[in-house]
């Protein structure tokens, strides 16, 4: 596994966020765990990899990887802000 998840810091109707060590280099980051149509999934997963993957700018947060896991979720890993929404 990638990522060693730590505890929920957010949830919503869709999903949940929580706090994850990179097993790589031991950053701490966020992941953002969404569940999605079957149906739906493959072009969610693309759109947000063109989309998120691109941001560069020092006032949002960072976008890691944007990764397919089983029974239709996907994994949104960002960098952690700690302290703020």
Known sequence: NK???????GDGPHGNVREAL??????????????CKKD???????YLQKK???IDHF?????????????YELNIVSELISGSS
């Open 52 to 54: 998120l993957l691109d």
């Open 59 to 71: 006032n949002l947060v960072n976008y890691i990887e944007v990764e397919e896991i089983e029974n």
């Open 3 to 9: 990522y060693q998840m730590g505890q929920i810091i």
């Open 40 to 46: 739906y999934i493959s072009m969610i997963l693309v």
């Open 22 to 35: 990179r097993m790589e280099n031991g950053e701490q980051v966020a992941i953002k765990m969404v569940c």
